[in-house]
């Protein structure tokens, strides 16, 4: 049980962003260069961010992307909604292409979707701020410089 | 987010088995056939039960698998904690293969694995025996038989 790469990558952008509050616009080129991960991956979580409202991008040759709200206003369990294209924890969760046969009278999907819920709720008790205050902030901006 | 086939297949075999209290045993071909998954990986789901002890194995021709515990002792959460091979939400959950920098500032880890906790506690909340209440287990028998 694990997340996607795209919602994976989705955190460190916003992370990313939210650890440079001094900076206009970042370029997807910094941020994947910056964490060591594929770029054109990275350009498909970005627009997923953008669908989504929380970050926006500018184009050109001086472009780049920014957040779109304030760092407490982003509650990482809307992230995980929002970015995570896979949240059928068991098969029998998308009726459509469902094969088990006893999907009608199982109650382990219903307790599956109740863990589900408890785990994206917890996630919503935590915003992007949560996860960048003053010192982690700092030390952040430090990594990524070291790593630019 | 998903299950693997492993734990997925997990938990089919302890409902299949708890289904069947009449049973001394089960083949996993029968159980194989009645959900229309692989035999072959099916034997190594029933290993891994049979390991962590929620089944006993008889072999021979008329040999199988049974459950080795009653239904009510066997907590959904502790089968998952056995049975899935992956807790591993995000990279950074394995030191020893993560290769995203900035580990040691994140504080997305902790958040991520309190939301695991969580998800994993509300399986704790439930045993085998509340997936087969009577009525689901008559339920759940005829299928298997209509399968068969």
Chains 1, 2 share one sequence.
Do not use: W
């Not at 001094?22 to 260069?33: G, L, Y």
């Amino acid at each position: 049980m694990q997340l996607t790469l795209h919602a994976d990558y989705a955190f460190r952008v916003l992370i990313y962003l939210g650890s440079h509050p001094d900076r206009p616009v970042v370029s997807t080129e910094e941020i994947s260069r910056s964490y060591g991960i594929s770029r054109h991956h990275l350009v498909r979580v970005v627009q997923t961010l953008s669908d989504h409202g929380y970050v926006k991008l500018s184009p050109g040759r001086l472009g780049g992307v920014s957040l779109a709200c304030v760092t407490h206003s982003i509650r990482l369990g809307d992230v995980l909604r929002h970015v995570e294209p896979n949240l059928r924890i068991v098969e029998c969760f998308d009726i459509k292409t469902n094969t088990c046969p006893i999907i009608s009278v199982c109650g382990l999907k219903s307790v599956l979707g109740e863990a589900l819920d408890a785990f994206v709720k917890t996630l919503d008790q935590y915003t992007l701020d949560d996860l960048l205050h003053r010192r982690k902030r700092t030390a952040l901006a430090k990594l990524f410089a070291a790593n630019s």
